[in-house]
């Protein structure tokens, strides 16, 4: 499988794809947000435009412990709790010789840190068992979509939620999630859509990578 593809592209498409499952579950519906929908129709967005924008494979549900063997993460060592081998990681891509090259948790939707937490700890994990093993897993991250038209005990006013990247959630989540890879010398960075601002709430998209 030919991928001649970047991490940063990687990234951009998977926010392509955000913006475009909300805007098209919008014309969908008639007028819905796209935390109405199920999962997986932003993971196949998400994986439609890695595949198109970026010019990369992806493979959708892949068991994760084919993932890790396919790549050669395992090694003798039992693997962390957070590694279900029985699971299914939502997005694989995939590298030119057949290997996987990065894994993508999608989750939808997301109000608070806590909700993506185990998510980040999953692909962390991942990276660290390939990077101790010689394996192919450059990267872990996390697609998300994160709105404030919801629940109001979850969020707060819109533009208080999305006004700020210093001191808002964007700032907030990427400090917290650089605590889970700080002893593991992996770095974390987050990547987001503009924020739509609408009469009745916001919302953006992200990515969370960790490498």
Not at 161 to 166: A, G, L, R, V
Request: proline share 4%; with cysteine; glycine share 8%.
């Amino acid at each position: 499988m030919p991928l001649n593809t970047s991490t940063s592209e990687i990234v951009e498409s998977a926010l392509a794809g955000i913006i475009k499952a909300q805007k098209t579950y919008d014309r969908y519906s008639g007028y819905s947000w796209l935390y109405e929908a199920p999962e997986y129709f932003l993971t196949c967005e998400i994986a439609r435009s890695i595949a198109t924008k970026a010019r990369g494979y992806v493979t959708l549900e892949e068991p994760i412990g084919k993932t890790l063997d396919r790549s050669k993460s395992l090694g003798p060592d039992k693997p962390p709790a957070s590694i279900n081998l029985r699971g299914r990681y939502d997005i694989v891509v995939w590298y030119a010789k057949d290997q996987p090259h990065g894994i993508i948790e999608v989750k939808n939707p997301v109000w608070m840190f806590s909700m993506i937490q185990k998510d980040i700890e999953r692909v962390r994990d991942a990276v660290i068992m390939s990077k101790r093993n010689g394996g192919s897993i450059k990267f872990g991250a996390v697609a998300f979509f994160v709105g404030s038209k919801g629940p109001e005990r979850k969020h707060t006013d819109v533009k208080e939620k999305f006004s700020d990247k210093e001191s808002g959630w964007y700032a907030n989540w990427k400090r917290e999630a650089q605590k889970l890879v700080d002893s593991d010398e992996l770095t974390v960075s987050i990547k987001t859509t503009r924020t739509f601002l609408l009469d009745d709430g916001g919302w953006a998209g992200g990515v969370l990578l960790v490498r």
